[in-house]
């Protein structure tokens, strides 16, 4: 999926939010992947808000649904198609 996104990270005391922003595919997981981990290896608690996502691809929503992290501020759309992942 060729299209813009960002990603941003937003460091606390307690967690890192990674901040979705834009369409997400395949293509961007590899950057997404960098950024879970980093947070990770600070030993932080991962969030990630989608609260900015305007499209993602099959390969987005199963990557989401298999990571262990905290999801907030996701739309309806996107949540429903990572439960049916989740069953």
Known sequence: MDGA???TTQPDEQMVTILLNGKFGEDSLAE??????AARDANQA?????SE??????????????QDVRIV????????????LDA
Request: charged share 30%; aromatic share 10%; hydrophobic share 50%.
């Open 32 to 37: 997404l992947e960098e950024s879970i981990a």
């Open 73 to 84: 501020n996701c739309p309806v759309y996107l949540r429903r198609w990572i439960k049916q």
């Open 5 to 7: 996104y960002k990603i």
């Open 53 to 66: 996502v305007t499209l993602v691809d099959r390969k987005a929503v199963e990557y989401l649904a298999d």
């Open 46 to 50: 991962v969030v990630m808000d989608l």
